[in-house]
């Protein structure tokens, strides 16, 4: 099965601070990724997603980084909020989307 | 109302047991998954159906079945529950078309098997 890990399982940042969650992913042919977050006692909810034809996407204050030369996806969340307290997904895909191979979390926490 | 629903919400079972977890999802997509999440292993596949006709064993189906009973509803069973099937279990949606496949995840069926 594909690899998909995180560096960091848990992260602590201060409010207003920028926040940087990492995933590394082991398949070359993956070609599509998405970064979802998981608050307590609820489902997985979609944040952004990046096709490896890009190398950057930005949404409403979250920015996806692909590095597909070191397999290596980022998350980066600005001015960091206590609502952003969560654990955070990466997951990909290859080509007709059939499965999804996710990675183990990374804990967020945001300190007030 | 959710677009994606489990039921039930939580189960404590004993070992042996044939225990169903529904889902069912009102946003008319082919695509359903089923995971299972335990902690530091993510979540991982089960089984995938893209159509009514259409079942597929994802990572983990052994010891599992399920039933595409209708392109809303999505079942899964253990037909005789053991203790390391105790986890999390979540019913995803995804509309399949290119473009954003985005998966829509339920609230989670909390398991527990004694």
């Known amino acids: 099965g594909e690899s998909v890990g995180l560096h960091l399982p848990t992260l602590s940042v201060q409010e207003g601070d920028n926040s940087i969650i990492n995933c590394a992913y082991s398949?070359?042919?993956?070609?599509?990724f998405i970064w979802y977050k998981q608050e307590s006692g609820k489902g997985p909810q979609f944040i952004i997603d990046?096709?490896?034809?890009?190398d950057k996407r930005q949404g409403q204050r979250v920015t996806v980084l692909l590095n597909k030369t070191v397999k290596h996806l980022s998350l980066q969340i600005a001015a960091t909020q206590p609502g952003d307290s969560a654990v955070y997904f990466c997951?990909?895909?290859?080509?007709?989307?059939?499965?999804?191979?996710f990675g183990t979390g990374t804990s967020l926490t945001v300190i007030p | 109302d959710a677009d994606v629903t489990q039921t039930p919400r939580n189960r404590i079972t004993k070992t042996g047991k044939r225990i169903m977890l529904e889902c069912s999802q009102t946003?008319?997509?082919?695509?359903m998954y089923w995971y299972r999440q335990d902690p530091g292993l993510g979540l991982r596949l089960i089984y995938y159906?893209?159509?009514?006709?259409?079942?597929n064993k994802g990572e983990i189906s052994d010891g599992y079945s399920v039933s595409r009973q209708a392109q809303a509803k999505f079942s899964l069973s253990l037909e005789s529950a053991i203790p390391n099937q105790t986890a999390l279990y979540f019913c995803?949606?995804?509309?399949?078309?290119?473009?954003?496949?985005?998966?829509?995840f339920g609230p989670g069926t909390r398991l527990t098997v004694l």
């Open positions: 946003k008319g997509h082919d695509r």
């Open positions: 997951a990909e895909n290859m080509n007709t989307g059939n499965q999804f191979y």
């Open positions: 995803a949606t995804c509309r399949g078309t290119s473009g954003r496949n985005e998966q829509f």
């Open positions: 398949n070359s042919a993956s070609d599509y």
């Open positions: 159906s893209f159509d009514v006709k259409d079942i």
């Open positions: 990046i096709r490896s034809n890009m």
